[in-house]
């Protein structure tokens, strides 16, 4: 019988990371056709287009990964502030008791501490009736399991960035000095404030710095692309501390 396992992240960037640590981990593969979809998830896949007449939005369909053992839906809530109402949209089509576990994934980001995001989290999920763990980056052995990591590590602020900075060092130690040189050379001044709006932010340099390695990469291409091609999550990225704690909450949601 298969585990069922709803694991949501902020965004797609995130969504491609765990489905690299999953895939590199325990040989899930990706589910690219609607007729291959468990029918257990089947009400999370959008029947219409444009969705909430906005064709502008981005179609809110989850990323599938299955085996012989569990079947994932990871789904992107395209927002810290919509992670909640995702679930439990998502709540309201899928039936909890029949759920393995509930994970979520988040950055810290540099304005809270982990632990205030948390914090913040779990009193919006049970304002909502929604499940959620009692303690930040440990999975609850309920039924449904669930848990909550929040990137880098549970302990210190920042982002996926700062684990893919770490994953670029070890595989990509060039580029990443190029790049660092390069975006910490840009001299902001000869730029409007709406140019470096989002660089100017607390995770900007960082991300500059992922994008530009992920330009050089794969060319034009956005930067899951290159997650799921290049060698940004692999054996040698995976014995990085920061990976293995992941790669452990991961373990816990999925029961392996």
């Known amino acids: 019988m298969l585990r069922y396992c709803y694991v949501i992240a902020e965004g797609p960037h995130d969504i491609e990371f765990l489905v690299g640590v999953l895939k590199q981990s325990y040989g899930l593969k990706r589910i690219t056709h609607l007729t291959k979809v468990d029918k257990f998830w089947e009400e999370l896949i959008p029947k219409k287009f444009p ?6 939005r981005r179609v809110p369909v989850p ?4 085996n012989n053992e569990v079947s994932i839906a990871l789904h992107s809530a395209n927002g810290i502030t919509k992670i909640s109402k995702t679930i439990q949209e998502s709540f309201a089509v899928i039936e909890l008791s029949q759920l393995y576990s509930v994970g ?9 501490s982990p632990q205030k995001r948390f914090e913040l989290l779990t ?6 009736s929604l499940p959620f763990p009692d303690v930040l980056g440990e999975v609850a052995q309920s039924s449904p399991r669930r848990g909550i990591f929040i990137a880098p590590n549970n302990l210190d602020k920042g982002t996926l960035e700062d684990l893919l900075l770490e994953c670029a060092k070890t595989n990509y130690p060039d580029l990443l000095s190029l790049a660092t040189a390069y975006i910490t050379a ?3 001044d000869q730029l409007t404030d709406k140019d470096v709006e989002e660089f100017k932010k607390p995770a900007g340099q ?5 994008s530009s390695i992920s330009s050089i990469l794969k060319p034009s291409k956005s930067l899951q692309v290159t997650l799921q091609d290049n060698r940004w999550i692999d054996a040698n990225t995976m014995a990085l501390d920061s990976m293995k704690r992941v790669k452990k909450f991961l373990e816990d949601i999925i029961g392996y």
């Open 51 to 56: 969705v909430d007449d906005d064709l502008t």
């Open 63 to 66: 990323t599938f990964v299955q």
């Open 104 to 112: 979520m994934f988040l950055d810290a980001d540099d304005m809270q």
């Open 123 to 128: 009193s919006d999920l049970s304002k909502r």
């Open 186 to 188: 840009i001299n902001v």
């Open 206 to 210: 960082n991300k500059a710095i992922i």
